[in-house]
């Protein structure tokens, strides 16, 4: 069983007694109270993961500098709202009462109107839109370079060999040094996934992966049969709990961890240089396999692209290290193009993988990719510039439409993860689509109900359609708290 030591929950709490939700008089509410609401609201937010265990009332109390009768009576509270799940022999265990766990109450449409006039502004998805002038010309210069592909099959289950040399050329740009054997292009990113995933996840497996994490990365885990095991990212400090992931790896006995340090989707995060290193020290202690998303990594917004994480994984007891990238996020989603880098016998083994998927990836379209990743210098400039300011307008408009929402900006990536007064996420994203737009809740991006405090709002469009996205989901929250009592909701304390 994997249980949260008492130094690591008091580290979250931060200073919990302090932090009271809004409406409550500090004072008259006892310690116990506020510590088990204090508890409750790192669930909700998934830093604690489901399914752990709290550290013993003995051990917290000491840490808390609190009387174990303190502890005692928050845990009790706890289980009495469906928090902790108590078995007799064990630990209680962290859980979410059924009302919050996912099954948030879909509004009744009376009160919130038609459904807008028109298409609603769609912000499910973090994608732009493909820089026309140069996607065109890719495409054209494949047309060109067609012919002396047509005599051949047209099936390369390792890619085109020109291609596989501009993605290896990347890395070493990157300082990474790689050899076109180390590469298979896929059919985007999920497909690399999905094949890794295949090879190296046996079921019952357990990944761990970052929390929040990618909602589709989520899905694959769980459809290869695998049991994805959340790591809460840390996220008032921007940062990743490494200390948690050994301890997560060393208790679960994981060999295989799905992380997304370049630019995290949904918090745009990035681990620094230091942390890379640390992580893959971890994964030699542990013996676990990186598989690494580098799908946001073209996009730093703020800071300077540190190295890949497989950059620190060469020399003497090398950890295994695989990289996962993508021309979605820099170039267009519409470009099934991506790719695996890892040693050449792991591609070989993928090869092998991959008969039973698919035969190779479309030619003409690793023909264009070929040339916007020879181009990348001259179009994914502007492509940062213009998301700097689509960002700038998204959090403008936050602040002035929402001035009680919440966020921490990463730096760099496609999305903001913006934290919510009140656990709201689910019945938010239902009513949004009455205001014109389309929201992915929170709990799409963790485990088990999880982030029903938060919502991810890419700013991957237009900075007018994100002004009028803002004004919609303004609307939905205003006719969601209209007549409630945000500060104390019903379903949760």
């Not at 919130?112 to 499910?124: K, R, S, V």
């Amino acid at each position: 069983m994997r249980v949260i030591g008492a130094t690591t929950l008091a580290r979250d709490l931060g200073k919990w007694q302090d932090d009271q939700p809004a409406g409550r008089r500090r004072t008259a509410v006892p310690a116990y109270r506020a510590l088990a609401d204090s508890v409750r609201l790192l669930v909700l937010d998934g830093r604690i993961p489901l399914g752990v265990a709290l550290p013993s009332e003995r051990d917290l109390a000491a840490v808390l500098e609190l009387s174990r009768t303190t502890i005692t009576s928050a845990y009790a509270v706890l289980r009495e709202e469906g928090y902790l799940v108590s078995r007799q022999g064990s630990r209680s265990t962290v859980a979410l009462p059924e009302l919050v766990a996912g099954r948030a109450p879909v509004p009744h449409r009376d009160g919130f109107g038609e459904p807008a006039a028109g298409p609603p502004i769609d912000l499910t998805c973090a994608a732009m839109a493909a820089p026309a002038q140069e996607v065109q010309a890719a495409y054209a210069r494949a047309l060109e370079a067609l012919p002396a592909y047509l005599p051949g099959h047209g099936l390369e289950p390792t890619g085109l060999p020109v291609l596989r040399e501009a993605v290896a050329e990347r890395y070493r740009r990157r300082g990474l040094p790689t050899e076109p054997e180390q590469i298979m292009i896929t059919s985007g990113a999920q497909h690399a996934l999905v094949l890794l995933l295949d090879l190296l996840a046996a079921p019952g497996e357990r990944v761990l992966i970052d929390h929040p994490t990618y909602t589709n990365a989520i899905e694959a885990i769980k459809r290869a049969g695998a049991r994805p095991v959340p790591v809460p990212l840390r996220l008032a400090e921007r940062d990743w709990d490494l200390d948690g992931i050994r301890s997560s790896a060393r208790q679960t006995a994981a060999k295989l961890a799905y992380l997304v340090p370049d630019f995290h989707n949904p918090t745009g995060f990035c681990l620094d240089e230091a942390g890379r290193a640390r992580l893959v020290e971890i994964a030699r202690e542990t013996s676990m396999t990186l598989i690494i998303d580098e799908t946001m990594a073209d996009l730093s917004l703020d800071v300077q692209p540190p190295s890949p994480v497989a950059a620190f994984a060469r020399g003497a007891g090398r950890a295994e290290v695989i990289s996962v990238g993508s021309a979605s996020k820099s170039f267009w989603s519409g470009l099934r193009i991506g790719w695996i880098r890892a040693e050449p016998s792991m591609i070989s083994a993928l090869v092998a993988v991959r008969s039973a998927l698919d035969l190779g990836t479309a030619v003409l379209e690793q023909l264009a990719a070929v040339s916007l990743i020879e181009a990348a210098d001259r179009v994914l400039p502007a492509r940062r510039e213009q998301l700097r300011g689509q960002r700038a307008a998204l959090l403008d408009a936050v602040a002035t439409e929402l001035p009680d929402w919440r966020c921490t900006p990463g730096s760099g990536g496609l999305a903001l993860w913006m934290q919510l007064p009140t656990p709201m996420s689910t019945a938010l994203a239902a009513t949004a689509p009455y205001h014109g737009v389309v929201l992915a809740a929170g709990p799409r991006f963790g485990l088990e109900g999880a982030f029903e405090r938060y919502v991810r709002l890419p700013y991957a469009r237009g900075e007018d359609d994100l002004r009028t996205a803002v004004t919609g989901i303004a609307a939905a929250y205003r006719a969601l708290s209209g007549g409630a009592e945000l500060s104390r909701p019903a379903l949760v304390i």
